[in-house]
């Protein structure tokens, strides 16, 4: 038997015995048709801690630090690190508001049509799907890329042994079962990056052969003031905060826990937890620019250094890693936009949409979500590209839409211009390749119109409304 065989086999074997073990859990959990988004509003610290982590592995800790690492250095990948966890630190200050404000709440579109009104409803509908289907696609990609390159699985088949899985837990069980998968995952992934991480620095040299290879092949990649490498850092601090302000997935985290001592705690764990195992799985980008190996796609550099340097079975290891972290963020994009097909894209269209109906509307959403996205994974578009456009929307928009938490006199024509003018400022720079003055023109432009706004305008928002008006499915 072949290895993609071997390999095909074992993680579709894990894939679907995670996909049966969540529904299952979703089935005995899901007491109401609001619990399929909100999973009764009462998960306790170490489920909401496990999800937070299982949620960042994936494409923010597996394939993007150790692309960035790969391309830009040392710096860079210190950023992207410190990026994820400050992400999760900015999101507690947020998520206290989000709760006090909007106690009743599922998605971030319901915020912004009570508190802004359609156009900018629409504008933030539009950023946070695509922020949802790029997140599902890039997952997907890079542990498709991965068993191609790595265990000689065709593309397709990949894509399938990863997202059918992925797609039918999250379709069928909601926010239960994407929980419950992470809680799972969350306890394999932690071993099972380590113990590739331990073998690949044994079976190499240890640290010292990483830094002395590197230094002779790139000395710059090691240059802590290196300017490229301390750009992209700034660059991807920006934008990983901004983007996770605006997640749907994170939204809805808030709102299952039980409370905002829960969700704060949470999230200031998973923070300290991130920090150490992305720049794990980011070494392994910079380390691979020292060996000097042909890497065939940029967003499994990671991967190329562990499959030369180990084991074959700890190689498996690692691409069980990829194949949880890809099917764990993956089934969170599916069940965040499920909340958002059903909640504020059809919804409106069908205000007489009862609870019932609105589940059924849920899982549709998420089922053509997940086609679409195996289709568009099947093309391997670059990871960090993906993730950077969709990031490049959400910094547009970030001050826009969270501002209205804090500020009474930001208007919704001043929120709607503003994320458009910070899109159409930034993104020119961004398809030249400068990405570092895209999102700071973004962020500054979008944020300069609010900011008028506040000190301009004579209307006042009623925040009671969001209380009273937004109420349970």
């Known amino acids: 038997m072949s290895y993609a065989v071997v390999l095909i086999l074992l993680n579709l074997a894990v894939g679907v015995i995670i996909a049966i073990l969540s529904t299952r859990y979703s089935k005995k959990k899901t007491k109401s048709d609001e619990d399929y988004f909100t999973s009764g509003r009462n998960i306790p610290t170490a489920l909401m801690v496990a999800t937070f982590i299982a949620y960042a592995v994936g494409t923010g800790l597996l394939f993007s630090p150790a692309e960035a690492a790969y391309q830009s250095g040392f710096t860079a990948m210190i950023g992207y690190a410190l990026a994820i966890s400050l992400a999760y630190i900015v999101f507690i200050p947020v998520s206290k508001a989000i709760r006090e404000k909007i106690p009743n709440g599922h998605t971030i579109g319901e915020y912004t049509e009570l508190r802004y009104g359609r156009f900018m409803n629409l504008v933030t509908v539009i950023t946070t799907t695509i922020y949802m289907f790029i997140?599902?696609?890039?997952?997907?990609?890079?542990?498709?890329?991965?068993?191609?390159?790595?265990?000689?699985?065709?593309?397709?088949?990949?894509?399938?042994?990863?997202?059918?899985?992925?797609?039918?837990?999250?379709?069928?069980?909601?926010?239960?079962?994407?929980?419950?998968?992470?809680?799972?995952?969350?306890?394999?992934?932690?071993?099972?990056?380590?113990?590739?991480?331990?073998?690949?620095?044994?079976?190499?040299?240890?640290?010292?052969?990483?830094?002395?290879?590197?230094?002779?092949?790139?000395?710059?990649?090691?240059?802590?003031?290196?300017?490229?490498?301390?750009?992209?850092?700034?660059?991807?601090i920006i934008?990983?905060?901004?983007?996770?302000?605006?997640?749907?997935?994170?939204?809805?985290?808030?709102?299952?826990?039980?409370?905002?001592?829960?969700?704060?705690?949470?999230?200031?764990?998973?923070?300290?937890?991130?920090?150490?195992?992305?720049?794990?799985?980011?070494?392994?980008?910079?380390?691979?620019?020292?060996?000097?190996?042909?890497?065939?796609?940029?967003?499994?550099?990671?991967?190329?250094?562990?499959?030369?340097?180990?084991?074959?079975?700890?190689?498996?290891?690692?691409?069980?890693?990829?194949?949880l972290g890809a099917s764990s963020t993956g089934g969170d994009a599916l069940s965040g936009f499920s909340s958002i097909f059903s909640i504020d894209i059809i919804k409106p269209l069908m205000p007489g949409l009862d609870s019932a109906k609105s589940v059924k509307t849920a899982k549709i959403g998420a089922l053509l979500l997940g086609i679409a996205g195996m289709a568009v994974a099947y093309l391997a578009p670059s990871i960090l590209f993906l993730l950077l456009l969709a990031d490049l929307l959400a910094s547009s928009a970030v001050i826009p839409v969270i501002s209205g938490l804090y500020s009474s006199k930001v208007t919704g024509i001043a929120a709607g211009v503003a994320t458009i003018a910070g899109i159409i400022a930034g993104l020119p720079m961004f398809i030249q390749g400068n990405s570092f003055r895209s999102f700071l023109t973004a962020i500054l432009v979008s944020g300069a119109i609010i900011l008028l706004s506040h000190l301009l305008s004579r209307s006042r928002y009623d925040f009671t409304r969001l209380k009273t008006d937004i109420k349970k499915i």
């Open 239 to 323: 934008a990983v905060c901004a983007a996770e302000l605006l997640n749907q997935t994170l939204w809805q985290r808030i709102y299952v826990a039980k409370d905002h001592k829960t969700v704060s705690r949470s999230l200031l764990y998973a923070a300290l937890m991130i920090l150490p195992m992305t720049i794990i799985a980011a070494v392994f980008g910079l380390a691979v620019v020292g060996t000097g190996s042909e890497v065939p796609h940029t967003s499994i550099a990671g991967a190329i250094f562990i499959d030369e340097t180990v084991p074959k079975w700890v190689t498996t290891i690692f691409l069980i890693v990829i194949m």
């Open 135 to 236: 997140l599902f696609v890039s997952n997907l990609t890079g542990a498709a890329l991965a068993f191609k390159y790595i265990g000689g699985v065709p593309m397709l088949v990949s894509v399938l042994v990863v997202g059918i899985p992925t797609v039918y837990f999250a379709t069928s069980g909601g926010v239960n079962a994407a929980l419950f998968s992470n809680g799972l995952q969350s306890i394999l992934i932690t071993p099972f990056l380590i113990i590739p991480a331990i073998f690949a620095l044994v079976h190499y040299g240890g640290a010292d052969k990483i830094y002395d290879s590197v230094l002779a092949a790139k000395p710059e990649f090691l240059e802590i003031l290196n300017i490229p490498g301390l750009e992209f850092a700034v660059m991807i």
